[in-house]
């Protein structure tokens, strides 16, 4: 047993993992938790779930307790109500009150979709310390996609499945054909079959400038240098020059699921911040 968890991230994450479930309206969010310390809660991205931060998990939670949930219409969690975002939001801020309690501050991480998700409760809830956007949906500015994403949905053959998926990832997610690993595939694979939320179409509707405009934190924006979701150089500008307190960071030789494809860099960057006085 202690082999195959030293050998498989997935089981040796579940094995650390604590499970905790939050109602809201009827509907059930599920959450792991992680380590010790001041609260840093991660947020997925779209077609994802909380292992999006497989690689980035066990070295947050060095000095923090580490929150992941499964966004509401993401994996093991249930749908989001009729109204969409926004009653993903509702649920996700009720979560935040019930696990970590109303008046608790915390730090916030969002990737992609997730990034969005974590603008707009910083937004609305003022007791986000520290704010990092990695790679975030909701820029509004143009894309540049490297070729055309493969439908998986109507294939029977897990092997042409997995090919799909391999070729979405190089696509949309990794830059480097190395880095699409058994892990990468997993952990994708099993995110895209158990989504049910369209997060594309709200990420596509805007709406980050305008939350980041209504938050006065500390950010930390980051982006692959390769992402194909957006011009990081251009966003560095229209985001982040209105906020003093910022960081920013393009993380060479990656793509968008940078905190995946450049684990270390993120890694660092993200303890570094979080634990700046």
């Not at 968890?5 to 939050?22: C, G, K, M, T, W």
């Not at 480097?176 to 997060?199: G, K, N, P, W, Y």
């Not at 934190?217 to 240098?225: F, P, R, S, Y």
């Not at 990656?254 to 006085?277: C, M």
């Amino acid at each position: 047993m202690t082999a195959l968890l030293n050998e498989d991230p997935l089981a040796r994450l579940q094995a650390l993992a604590q499970h905790h479930s939050h109602s809201f309206e009827g509907r059930q969010v599920q959450w792991r938790s992680f380590g010790r310390g001041e609260p840093l809660v991660l947020l997925h991205g779209g077609h994802g779930s909380w292992l999006h931060w497989v690689r980035n998990i066990e070295a947050l939670a060095v000095n923090h307790q580490v929150w992941a949930p499964n966004l509401p219409g993401f994996g093991d969690s249930d749908d989001a109500g009729p109204a969409g975002m926004a009653d993903l939001l509702d649920s996700m801020q009720a979560g935040l009150d019930q696990l970590l309690g109303a008046q608790t501050r915390f730090d916030l991480v969002g990737f992609s979709f997730g990034g969005l998700v974590s603008a707009q409760l910083a937004a609305r809830c003022q007791r986000v310390r520290r704010l990092a956007l990695l790679g975030p949906g909701g820029h509004d500015s143009e894309r540049r996609p490297r070729g055309a994403l493969l439908n998986w949905h109507r294939l029977k053959d897990e092997a042409k499945i997995t090919e799909t998926m391999r070729h979405n990832l190089q696509m949309h997610m990794l830059h480097q054909s190395d880095s699409i690993d058994a892990l990468a595939l997993r952990v994708h694979t099993e995110a895209c079959r158990a989504t049910r939320f369209r997060s594309k179409v709200v990420s596509l509707a805007g709406g980050l400038a305008a939350a980041l405009a209504q938050y006065h934190g500390e950010l930390l924006l980051a982006w692959g240098e390769h992402d194909v979701t957006a011009t990081p150089e251009q966003l560095l500008t229209t985001l982040a020059n209105n906020h003093l307190q910022r960081q920013t960071l393009i993380a060479p030789g990656v793509g968008h699921w940078v905190q995946f494809e450049a684990a270390p860099t993120i890694n660092q960057q993200l303890l570094s911040f979080f634990e700046s006085k």
